[in-house]
């Protein structure tokens, strides 16, 4: 399927996959771009046969950030409650996995930055350079780039707006699989389709916890996490994965 503004989506055995398809501004995001990524994100979220998804850019760019030609006409590329490209103030609840080929700067790296899970090619670059331009990285990259990365080396690129090259990345623990040039996306499709064979229930609230808890007090930590895990301990996938086991066969997941 493709939607406004060469945005392509399409489904593999239970993940959606959403490609950029604007080569000729370097796959950067205008506002019709970030309506079409949220219009998938709601739909990977509202399905009940996809369980994860992947974000990932055509050609040899992932993503060069915002379109400073849409910006310049007046055009407002962050959506409300959703923000920019339509999703990094408001992530799925399913796991997003970002294929990395080329450069991902400015929003382009906030945008992997919002994802759960990174796969990069050797040919990608991460970094912010809005301070080269005299705005800042306002779509999370700053809160969520010392989450990802040793504090200093964050702010080594948020200062200087130098980029990182993938070996660095992947030292940093930025990237989860790296690859040979052209084989991101498939590499994440191969990762996002191990994330669905799984326990449907069980996967997304197992990323609930994993992001929530960031922000939990250590004393109200256990109540959050019992209120969020024990639906999914009695829940009819979790009776079918204790009898697949009994049985030695694959589960056969409801998603109940």
């Excluded at 503004?5 to 019709?32: F, W």
């Excluded at 707006?161 to 052209?182: C, H, K, S, W, Y």
């Excluded at 959050?224 to 009994?246: H, N, Q, T, Y």
Aim: hydrophobic content about 45%.
């Amino acid at each position: 399927m493709e939607t406004a503004d060469r945005v392509h989506v399409e489904e593999i055995n239970g993940v959606m996959v959403v490609t950029l398809d604007r080569q000729h501004a370097r796959n950067a995001i205008n506002r019709a771009t970030s309506e079409a990524v949220a219009a998938a994100m709601e739909e990977l979220d509202r399905r009940d046969d996809l369980s994860a998804g992947v974000i990932t850019g055509a050609g040899p760019v992932f993503c060069a950030g915002m379109d400073l030609k849409a910006f310049l006409a007046g055009e407002d590329v962050s959506l409300p409650g959703r923000g920019f490209a339509g999703f990094v103030e408001q992530p799925p609840a399913k796991p997003l996995i970002a294929a990395v080929e080329g450069p991902a700067l400015g929003g382009g790296f906030e945008i992997v930055l919002a994802c759960d899970l990174v796969v990069a090619s050797e040919t990608a670059r991460f970094g912010l350079p809005e301070v080269k331009r005299g705005l800042l990285a306002g779509a999370g990259g700053l809160m969520r780039l010392p989450r990802w990365v040793p504090y200093q080396l964050a702010m080594e690129m948020a200062l200087t707006g130098e980029p990182v090259d993938a070996g660095t990345a992947r030292a940093a623990g930025l990237i989860n699989r790296l690859v040979p040039a052209g084989g991101a996306r498939d590499a994440a499709v191969e990762l996002a389709s191990a994330i669905a064979a799984n326990a449907p229930l069980a996967v997304r609230a197992s990323k609930e916890i994993m992001t929530g808890s960031r922000e939990w007090t250590s004393e109200e930590e256990f109540g959050k996490m019992r209120g969020i895990f024990l639906p999914v301990r009695s829940s009819d996938d979790a009776r079918e994965g204790a009898l697949a086991f009994k049985e030695k066969r694959r589960p056969r997941w409801t998603g109940n």
